[in-house]
């Protein structure tokens, strides 16, 4: 015999919300501020992507990184 609960499964109606969880937050190594990845400024060090929060931090890592040997 089936077991019924009478219960119907309902879809889930899709809700429209603003999708804050898609969002990847990067950490920008100079001051340290998340930034989302999306608008964060790029640059490429020893082929690493990193990711800065100002075009000001990125330069400032970038001239740190350069003195480096
Ligand atoms: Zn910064």
């Known amino acids: 015999m089936l ?3 009478g219960e119907e499964k309902r879809r889930s ?3 429209r919300r ?3 969880g898609s969002e990847d937050l990067v950490k920008d190594p100079q001051c ?3 930034v989302p990845a999306r608008s ?3 640059a490429d060090v020893k ?3 990193l990711y800065f929060c100002s075009e000001k ?3 400032s890592y970038l001239a740190k990184n350069k ?3």
């Open 13 to 15: 109606f899709p809700e």
């Open 57 to 59: 931090c990125r330069d």
């Open 40 to 42: 964060a400024f790029k």
């Open 47 to 49: 082929g690493k992507t």
């Open 3 to 5: 077991f019924l609960t």
């Open 18 to 20: 603003s999708e804050i």
């Open 32 to 34: 340290g501020t998340y």
């Open 67 to 69: 003195n480096e040997t």
